[in-house]
């Protein structure tokens, strides 16, 4: 079965400082991973998809993950923080055995400090 | 603007009083799913629909129905609502069931008493 690991549930920065949210996944065939972000009383927004092309993977917002095999991780991270970055967000895995289930992490809540 | 809407947005409800949480997407997509947000557990299927009229069970069924008559909605049923089904509930759609990306709704909050 697909699952996914996020290995902090809170990670607290300050502006301007590198970002570095961990993920570690099982897959039991070539992952489709994701990386989701879910700002406060608002919906579900995707930052990145990796689709087993590139392993380094640009998204929005200055976001990007890259997919490793040998250590089973899909790390997200973005050079500097900004204040607007401060949310919730989701690694998720694809889970093609029953239609189309996305697997998500319990999530990281990154804090941004001024 | 392609999007994935539901209804309502917030509701407060009484514990066995049946209620329905509209989804509706307008991007002609085949593929649906209804999931629940709790903290510290991520996001949970319920529910499933290939195309209308197929649909099949997620991780989390019990409590809940569905039905896909039409293309662009995807309704979820509770026909006896309980207070461990207070949960934030998101809709999503996909062009058909390989598609990576999924759409998903802005949520509905709900809270039984």
């Known amino acids: 079965a697909q699952s996914v690991t996020q290995l902090d549930s809170h990670v607290s920065v300050s502006e301007g400082t590198p970002v570095l949210l961990r993920c570690n996944y099982s897959?039991?065939?070539?992952?489709?991973l994701f990386w989701y972000v879910q700002h406060p009383n608002k919906g579900l927004q995707l930052l990145l998809k990796?689709?087993?092309?590139?392993?380094l993977v640009k998204g929005i917002n200055g976001f990007e993950a890259e997919f490793k095999k040998s250590e089973t991780s899909f790390h997200l991270t973005k050079p500097s923080a900004h204040m607007s970055d401060a949310a919730e967000y989701f690694c998720?895995?694809?889970?093609?055995?029953?239609?189309?289930?996305?697997?998500f992490g319990a999530g990281t809540i990154l804090r941004v400090k001024s | 603007e392609a999007q994935v809407t539901q209804n309502p947005r917030y509701l407060i409800t009484v514990t066995g009083k049946k209620l329905t949480v509209t989804c509706s997407q307008n991007?002609?997509?085949?593929?649906m799913s209804w999931y629940r947000q709790d903290p510290g557990l991520g996001l949970r299927q319920i529910y499933y629909?290939?195309?209308?009229?197929?649909?099949d069970k997620g991780d989390v069924p019990e409590g809940y129905k569905v039905s896909r008559k039409e293309k662009r909605n995807f309704p979820l049923i509770l026909e006896s609502p309980s207070p461990n089904q207070t949960s934030l509930y998101f809709c999503?759609?996909?062009?058909?069931?390989?598609?990576?990306?999924?759409?998903f709704g802005p949520g509905t909050r709900l809270t039984v008493t």
């Open positions: 998720v895995v694809s889970d093609f055995s029953r239609g189309n289930k996305l697997v």
């Open positions: 990796y689709t087993s092309a590139a392993t």
């Open positions: 897959s039991s065939y070539s992952p489709s």
């Open positions: 629909s290939m195309n209308v009229e197929v649909t």
């Open positions: 999503a759609s996909s062009l058909w069931v390989g598609s990576y990306e999924q759409y």
């Open positions: 991007m002609n997509h085949e593929y």
